[in-house]
């Protein structure tokens, strides 16, 4: 059964559809599933969804569904990457690594680790009542989250570091150079 229960604007069209509704899930779904949610023909969808895997934007999973499409994680993450260096200025980034620092510590102070590795470690202590375990796991979720925007905040600096040697503008991808240096 899908989610569907939107009617799509006008100015949409069905490539549009098709890939609003591939690139916002985040479980592997099959071309009928989408194309149901896209309202479009199932042959339409694989038209469509072959093209973005092609592209990139896609993996293509087996799962007891058939072939099934989901967002392809390094994709994201790179544009992930890209907009944090566009809409963000490098202090406002630099603050933003300082909190999950600061976080991070208050983690390892309150139960007592040094890594994430040893907080997951920790969950099988006999002493720990559910709730303790519930509570680490909660943790260990948002510490993960963290190193991965950790990554992409470390990324963005860097990018705009090199679009700055380049002479580009990282929040307008704009030269002062008229065009980027290619070879070939």
């Known amino acids: 059964m899908t989610d569907q229960s939107h009617v799509w604007p006008a100015e949409m069209d069905a490539a549009d559809r098709v890939r609003h509704v591939a690139l916002t899930r985040t479980t592997p779904r099959n071309a009928g599933w989408i194309a149901e949610e896209a309202d479009v023909s199932r042959d339409t969808a694989v038209k469509y969804l072959d093209r973005m895997a092609d592209q990139g934007d896609l993996s293509v999973v087996e799962t007891a569904d058939g072939t099934c499409y ?10 992930e990457v890209r907009t944090l260096a ?18 991070i510590d208050s983690w390892k102070s309150a139960y007592g ?11 099988g202590r006999e002493e720990l009542s559910p709730s303790d375990r519930r509570d680490r796991l909660e943790t260990i979720e948002e510490w993960e989250y963290n190193i991965q925007v950790r990554e992409a905040i470390q990324l963005a600096i860097s990018l705009q570091s090199s679009l700055t040697k380049l002479d580009v503008d990282p929040h307008t991808g704009e030269s002062g150079l008229g065009t980027l240096p290619q070879e070939g």
Do not use: W
């Not at 680790?113 to 969950?123: D, F, G, I, K, N």
């Open 86 to 103: 566009e809409e963000q200025s490098v202090d406002e980034l630099t603050g933003e690594l300082r909190a999950i620092g600061d976080e």
């Open 70 to 79: 989901r967002p392809d994680d390094v994709t994201q993450f790179l544009r």
């Open 113 to 123: 680790v040094e890594s994430l590795e040893e907080l997951r470690q920790s969950l």
